[in-house]
């Protein structure tokens, strides 16, 4: 036999051995993302975010802010001195530590997740509870709760700063004009003033005024089902929540923490809790008042399934979750850069580890 006609056969073996392997090893192309459309009338539940959130009872100046700014990094604030607002709010972590409970003093553990600070000046009352009226009210109650920062008393929170000569000058332009400006009060309004900066404007604040092209198909499809679902009930406004609302309206929430009842023991309060904020929120994990769940998927599930009685799809979830990805905004780096903290005097505690 010549050697033409067995050069033939085996590249014709070859090729049709080549093309059925490619056949089995090749992936179909992905399904192209059907074109979402989006009723922009049911965006009127959105507010583009400000640029920073104002209250007339305490005007932002920015001296407040300067003094805010070292206040929040300060763990001379804390009984032991080594745990500081940004220890359970990290601001370059957008505004979370990732535990399901944060450490405290004696490396005590928090009963409720530590909730992102970003965007909460858009909440209507602060805390999971909602006991505190505002940023400044809140401000106050981590120093003084002994699981946290365990402060024994606003009266040696005071000492501690006037024995700071640096605080004592910042509190004087802060406050002007005021006689004794070193004030536990003064003190949280100038951390109020700090946060009610600390905004992360997204993609979705641009495709909000109006432009299409600032959200992809496949983001515009999560808002669909996202809208589709109903979540703009209770996640709305410029926060993308905030408000108060009963977890498990109509499937129970398996929950030890009634929320808002603790404070006030009124039934109606029972498991009312303050809506999380849905900006950055594929960042700030993990979920829940209690932080048990570690995948948003399956946030998103529990929450069609206890707010509105209803089982959606794995595929359906990850869509809405595409969609807030949307909202992860940019952290403000030179505005959240830790400050050089005045130098203690020397009447300023020790560390008190008791």
């Given at each position: 036999?010549?050697?033409?006609?067995?050069?033939?056969?085996?590249?014709?073996?070859?090729?049709?051995?080549?093309?059925?392997?490619?056949?089995?090893?090749?992936?179909?192309?992905?399904?192209?993302?059907?074109?979402?459309?989006?009723?922009?009338?049911?965006?009127?539940?959105?507010?583009?975010?400000?640029?920073?959130?104002?209250?007339?009872?305490?005007?932002?100046?920015?001296?407040?802010?300067?003094?805010?700014?070292?206040?929040?990094?300060?763990?001379?604030?804390?009984?032991?001195?080594?745990?500081?607002?940004?220890?359970?709010?990290?601001?370059?972590?957008?505004?979370?530590?990732?535990?399901?409970?944060?450490?405290?003093?004696?490396?005590?553990?928090?009963?409720?997740?530590?909730?992102?600070?970003?965007?909460?000046?858009?909440?209507?009352?602060?805390?999971?509870?909602?006991?505190?009226?505002?940023?400044?009210?809140?401000?106050?109650?981590?120093?003084?709760?002994?699981?946290?920062?365990?402060?024994?008393?606003?009266?040696?929170?005071?000492?501690?700063?006037?024995?700071?000569?640096?605080?004592?000058?910042?509190?004087?332009?802060?406050?002007?004009?005021?006689?004794?400006?070193?004030?536990?009060?003064?003190?949280?309004?100038?951390?109020?003033?700090?946060?009610?900066?600390?905004?992360?404007?997204?993609?979705?604040?641009?495709?909000?005024?109006?432009?299409?092209?600032?959200?992809?198909?496949?983001?515009?499809?999560?808002?669909?089902?996202?809208?589709?679902?109903?979540?703009?009930?209770?996640?709305?406004?410029?926060?993308?929540?905030?408000?108060?609302?009963?977890?498990?309206?109509?499937?129970?929430?398996?929950?030890?923490?009634?929320?808002?009842?603790?404070?006030?023991?009124?039934?109606?309060?029972?498991?009312?809790?303050?809506?999380?904020?849905?900006?950055?929120?594929?960042?700030?994990?993990?979920?829940?008042?209690?932080?048990?769940?570690?995948?948003?998927?399956?946030?998103?599930?529990?929450?069609?399934?206890?707010?509105?009685?209803?089982?959606?799809?794995?595929?359906?979830?990850?869509?809405?979750?595409?969609?807030?990805?949307?909202?992860?905004?940019?952290?403000?780096?030179?505005?959240?850069?830790?400050?050089?903290?005045?130098?203690?005097?020397?009447?300023?505690?020790k560390p008190d580890p008791s």
């Open positions: 036999m010549k050697l033409k006609t067995l050069v033939r056969p085996l590249v014709l073996v070859a090729t049709t051995v080549g093309a059925m392997a490619l056949a089995q090893t090749a992936k179909p192309a992905p399904a192209a993302v059907q074109k979402a459309v989006i009723d922009r009338a049911l965006l009127n539940a959105f507010k583009v975010l400000p640029t920073r959130f104002e209250d007339a009872k305490n005007p932002i100046t920015s001296e407040k802010v300067e003094l805010g700014r070292m206040l929040y990094f300060d763990t001379r604030l804390s009984k032991n001195q080594d745990v500081s607002c940004n220890s359970c709010h990290d601001l370059n972590k957008f505004g979370v530590d990732g535990k399901p409970f944060s450490t405290g003093h004696k490396k005590q553990l928090g009963g409720r997740n530590s909730p992102t600070v970003y965007n909460a000046g858009g909440h209507i009352l602060q805390f999971w509870d909602g006991r505190a009226a505002n940023l400044e009210e809140q401000a106050k109650g981590p120093i003084l709760n002994p699981v946290e920062m365990a402060m024994p008393s606003a009266e040696r929170v005071v000492e501690t700063v006037k024995s700071i000569p640096g605080y004592v000058t910042a509190f004087q332009k802060a406050f002007p004009g005021e006689a004794d400006p070193v004030t536990y009060d003064n003190l949280a309004k100038a951390i109020g003033a700090f946060e009610r900066q600390l905004v992360t404007p997204s993609r979705f604040d641009k495709y909000l005024a109006g432009d299409e092209n600032a959200l992809s198909e496949a983001e515009k499809a999560g808002l669909e089902k996202f809208l589709g679902q109903g979540c703009q009930t209770c996640h709305n406004g410029p926060a993308i929540g905030g408000s108060l609302q009963k977890l498990g309206l109509v499937v129970p929430f398996p929950s030890k923490d009634q929320g808002r009842f603790d404070v006030t023991k009124n039934e109606a309060d029972r498991m009312i809790f303050r809506v999380p904020t849905l900006r950055n929120v594929t960042k700030t994990g993990p979920w829940f008042h209690d932080g048990s769940v570690k995948e948003l998927p399956t946030a998103v599930k529990l929450m069609a399934q206890h707010q509105f009685g209803r089982q959606i799809s794995d595929e359906d979830a990850k869509s809405i979750v595409t969609f807030l990805d949307s909202l992860t905004g940019e952290l403000p780096k030179s505005y959240i850069a830790k400050p050089k903290l005045p130098a203690s005097g020397p009447k300023t505690p």
